[in-house]
């Protein structure tokens, strides 16, 4: 069998694991097998070449990467080895021996309140695709949703009498999400505008064509209404997540119920993104403790 031949193969087999077995999500998996694919064309498709050197040698040559692409790389290749222990093609994971990049504590920037009203007061709303664009906005900030549950989102996962939208987030995991009156609104308005040819289509956000909204034009839409509010920060749909988050802690929320809201399996994810240290966490613990 062709080397060619063998690296599609594996992959193939490695996304099916990923998928199902995994059930890890559409652009993880993507992700994972494109690093992987890289690597193993690296390694001329030899998996029996697979040594912590040769992994090291690999990251090496990806020098140019920020430290967080190289591990999230180091990541895939772990995983990716990981498989072929199980299927029984390598004795031992060679990624045990490999240390991976040291890593800053990375906080993109939040908006403050009145830029993010600025925003979303700057798009044009005299269109169906308007109130779309401002719909969008509202259950990013408003909701705290990655861009990829956003565009995901569908009709029948909107609850307007009680104020909710139930939320597809990475792993296939549901969580029950309150949108308030703002974005529930901005949803109802762009859902009884949209076209009556587009009426039986499931998803919530859709194009000019009447297609899933992809996420690329969801980026290019938030950047192009940030520039024309006149906000100069390097914006992304993530950003008002980021800001949501941050905005509900500077509010006195408590921490575990703006994870529950955001998704994450670990509070400490939650304080990466609502800047809140360990040291700072610790002390609001030790000031309501019980036992104190």
Same mark, same amino acid.
């Given at each position: 069998?062709?080397?060619?031949?063998?690296?599609?193969?594996?992959?193939?087999?490695?996304?099916?694991?990923?998928?199902i077995e995994r059930a890890m999500s559409q652009n993880t998996v993507a992700?994972?097998?494109?690093?992987?694919?890289?690597?193993?064309?690296?390694?001329?498709?030899?998996?029996?070449?697979?040594?912590?050197?040769?992994?090291?040698?690999?990251?090496?040559?990806?020098?140019? /990467?920020?430290?967080?692409?190289? %591990? #999230?790389? =180091?990541?895939?290749?772990?995983?990716?080895?990981?498989? +072929?222990?199980?299927? @029984?093609?390598?004795?031992?994971?060679?990624?045990?021996?490999?240390?991976?990049?040291?890593?800053?504590?990375?906080?993109?920037?939040?908006?403050?309140?009145?830029?993010?009203?600025?925003?979303?007061?700057?798009?044009?709303?005299?269109?169906?695709?308007?109130?779309?664009d401002k719909a969008l906005l509202e259950v990013l900030y408003g909701c705290?949703?990655?861009?990829?549950?956003?565009?995901g989102l569908k009709v029948s996962s909107i609850y307007f009498k009680d104020?909710?939208?139930?939320?597809?987030?990475?792993?296939?995991?549901?969580?029950?999400?309150?949108?308030?009156?703002?974005?529930?609104?901005? /949803?109802?308005?762009?859902?009884? %505008? #949209?076209? =009556?040819?587009?009426?039986?289509?499931?998803?919530?956000? +859709?194009?000019?064509? @009447?297609?899933?909204?992809?996420?690329?034009?969801?980026?290019?839409?938030?950047?192009?209404?940030?520039?024309?509010?006149?906000?100069?920060?390097?914006?992304?749909?993530?950003?008002?997540?980021?800001?949501?988050?941050?905005?509900?802690?500077?509010?006195?929320?408590?921490?575990?119920?703006?994870?529950?809201?955001?998704?994450?399996?670990?509070?400490?994810?939650?304080?990466?993104?609502?800047?809140?240290?360990?040291?700072?966490?610790?002390?609001?613990?030790?000031?309501?403790?019980?036992?104190?």
């Amino acid at each position: 069998m062709e080397k060619s031949d063998t690296r599609s193969r594996l992959l193939k087999d490695y996304n099916y694991y990923l998928r199902i077995e995994r059930a890890m999500s559409q652009n993880t998996v993507a992700s994972y097998c494109s690093d992987v694919e890289q690597f193993l064309a690296f390694c001329n498709n030899d998996v029996q070449s697979f040594s912590p050197s040769v992994i090291e040698e690999f990251l090496d040559s990806r020098g140019s /990467l920020s430290k967080r692409s190289q %591990a #999230r790389m =180091l990541s895939a290749i772990r995983s990716f080895c990981k498989w +072929l222990v199980l299927e @029984g093609m390598m004795r031992d994971n060679p990624c045990d021996k490999v240390d991976g990049p040291k890593l800053g504590r990375y906080l993109p920037d939040a908006l403050s309140v009145e830029e993010v009203s600025s925003i979303i007061d700057a798009v044009d709303t005299s269109s169906w695709m308007g109130l779309r664009d401002k719909a969008l906005l509202e259950v990013l900030y408003g909701c705290g949703l990655r861009v990829s549950e956003a565009v995901g989102l569908k009709v029948s996962s909107i609850y307007f009498k009680d104020e909710l939208i139930r939320v597809i987030g990475k792993g296939n995991k549901e969580r029950l999400v309150p949108m308030g009156d703002v974005a529930s609104e901005a /949803l109802r308005m762009y859902l009884e %505008a #949209r076209p =009556l040819e587009f009426s039986g289509i499931g998803y919530v956000f +859709l194009n000019r064509y @009447g297609a899933t909204l992809s996420r690329v034009s969801a980026f290019n839409m938030v950047k192009k209404t940030a520039l024309l509010a006149g906000v100069r920060k390097e914006i992304s749909p993530h950003t008002f997540r980021h800001s949501f988050a941050t905005h509900l802690i500077e509010n006195g929320a408590d921490i575990r119920l703006v994870q529950e809201m955001l998704g994450h399996e670990s509070v400490s994810t939650t304080e990466i993104y609502t800047h809140i240290d360990s040291t700072t966490w610790h002390s609001i613990i030790a000031d309501h403790h019980p036992r104190r």
